[in-house]
């Protein structure tokens, strides 16, 4: 069974920093791209950050290209979302994903398995 689970996300002021990580069980992680998206109040689902099985090609939104940072650890199964430069529009759930086709790309429904979701709040 699948599993991607998301933690790392809370309070921060606007300019602070957070550092989401995603521990993923039942996959081989090298098989898989994998991303985060995040789901702010009211809005759908976007795209935030990709990055391919071995790390060497990432993939951002222009929202928070130069601020935020995926990397991945695939011995320790993890992802990460590294978080700089917080602003109050960042506030959202934040969740991982992966991709089977071990591609960088921002379309929602070429991610086969999902997290529940860590929630971002940045107040300003």
């Known amino acids: 069974q699948v599993q991607l689970v998301e933690s790392g996300g809370g309070l921060v002021q606007a300019g602070g920093s957070l550092r989401l990580s995603c521990a993923a069980s039942?996959?081989?992680?090298?098989?898989?791209?994998m991303g985060w998206f995040r789901q702010l109040p009211g809005k759908e689902r976007e795209f935030v950050a990709s990055i391919i099985w071995n790390g060497e090609h990432t993939y951002y939104s222009n929202s928070v290209k130069g601020r935020f940072t995926i990397s991945r650890d695939n011995a320790r199964n993890m992802v990460y979302l590294q978080m700089n430069s917080l602003r109050p529009g960042d506030t959202a759930i934040y969740y991982c994903a992966a991709n089977g086709k071990n591609i960088n790309v921002d379309l929602l429904r070429e991610y086969e398995y999902w997290g529940q979701g860590t929630q971002v709040t940045v107040s300003s």
């Open positions: 039942g996959l081989t992680l090298i098989r898989y791209a």
